[in-house]
């Protein structure tokens, strides 16, 4: 095989990459636009707006199919591109660790400044610092990779099981608080409402500043319960874990082999497609919502996973494709786009709308702005390599 065609397969491979962050990223603006209509401690159980039946019809629905589906492939493709990273700057002949640590830390920077300008929601900062965990373990054997990210991922669902046999033994309360008598969070909802929708940059700056340290600060208040705890952990734990997936997939070159695996792809698509369905009967059962509610995302992930690769090797050069691609190779630049935009569009800086409109209205508007962002992707690769913020994290991160 001469150089071309081998620079031409490799970018093909990249390609698949950079369509599934664009998924991942239609699903996420699907999410998060309610999400950005509500408070801290809010956004997991309800949207705020819902008021119509249609609100709540589209609520449900963002539950039902995105809410906790998309971020697992995320960070997944998170810990891909971080292996992906380290090779080429070992390739190249840089120090990886002072290469990855710095792109790390310029990272949890923007991370922080997101959170104080943008919104609470933030994802940057937490990745930042699970992404200096990872360091160590790119050394290690994709073998040992995958037991270690496998570990990590049933660890919380079998403690949780283990856990719930003792509560229903009477041995353990899973809703007895573990520091009681401390403080609750200060404000009431009516008055997070007021500030998000009428206040002040200032006012809502501290505002939110004060939501982004309450998901962490509530662990040392007497809302804390042996069940929320383990949520808190699981949710950060898993993520750590699709970290290190990312990496043995990345270091075991399963994107190099795609066209090999085509007939395992499709077995393993039923497999998932009858996995997520009996997984969602057996989580009707108030136990197993309890502590194994978790997995139903990852798996429902990797089913979307597999649909997309499927139908994406079968349509290739198609244009809906090429939009995916365009925004999952600026995915930093479109994350950070759409933060901006609904803030604006719901806070009191901006139009003022929070807690006016429910997931009917920003649920379409969410998909629509999807694709203004993918056009706009595109044409901004007609001129350029790199997203706006993908080429200043390249330059602070290499110092040139």
């Known amino acids: ?160 099981v283990i856990l719930g046999a003792l509560a229903s033994l009477g041995v353990v309360d899973m809703s007895t608080s573990l520091l009681s008598g401390l403080n609750a969070y200060p404000f009431t909802p009516e008055q997070m409402i007021a500030t998000y929708s009428a206040g002040s940059f200032s006012e809502i700056v501290r505002q939110r500043l004060l939501d982004y340290l309450y998901d962490f600060t509530f662990l040392l208040s007497d809302q804390i319960t042996i069940k929320v705890a383990i949520g808190f952990f699981a949710y950060y734990l898993g993520i750590f874990g699709l970290f290190l997936l990312g990496v043995f997939v990345a270091k075991s070159d399963w994107h190099k082999k795609i066209d090999l695996y085509q007939s395992t792809l499709k077995k393993s698509w039923w497999g998932f ?62 994350y950070l786009a759409h933060t901006i935009f609904v803030t604006l569009l719901l806070y009191g800086y901006g139009l003022g709308l929070f807690f006016k409109i429910g997931p009917a209205h920003l649920f379409p508007l969410s998909v629509i702005y999807y694709f203004i962002v993918g056009a706009c992707c595109k044409f901004w690769l007609r001129f350029h390599e790199f997203g706006p913020v993908e080429y200043l994290w390249r330059r602070l991160t290499y110092l040139k």
């Open 273 to 334: 497609l009858i996995a997520a369905v009996a997984i969602h009967l057996i989580l009707l059962h108030p136990f197993f919502e309890k502590h194994y509610g978790i997995l139903k995302g990852e798996i429902l992930a990797a089913f979307y996973v597999i649909t997309f690769i499927i139908v994406l090797r079968r349509y290739e050069g198609n244009r809906l494709f090429d939009l995916f691609r365009s925004v999952g190779k600026m995915s930093l630049s479109a």
């Open 1 to 160: 095989m001469n150089e071309n065609v081998v620079k031409q397969v490799t970018t093909k491979r990249i390609e698949i990459i950079d369509a599934l962050r664009g998924l991942a990223m239609l699903g996420i603006m699907i999410v998060n636009f309610p999400s950005i209509n509500c408070f801290s401690g809010d956004e997991t159980s309800k949207f705020g707006g819902v008021v119509t039946t249609w609100d709540k019809f589209f609520e449900q629905l963002n539950f039902l199919v995105f809410n906790g589906k998309f971020y697992p492939i995320f960070a997944f493709l998170f810990g891909f591109g971080s292996y992906i990273f380290y090779t080429n700057a070992k390739n190249k002949g840089f120090n990886p660790l002072v290469l990855i640590s710095r792109r790390y830390l310029i990272l949890l920077f923007l991370g922080c400044l997101h959170i104080f300008f943008v919104w609470w929601g933030d994802i940057l900062l937490m990745y930042a610092i699970l992404g200096f965990l990872l360091i160590p373990f790119m050394e290690l054997s994709a073998q040992k990779l995958l037991k270690a990210s496998l570990f990590t991922l049933l660890l919380i669902p079998v403690l949780g």
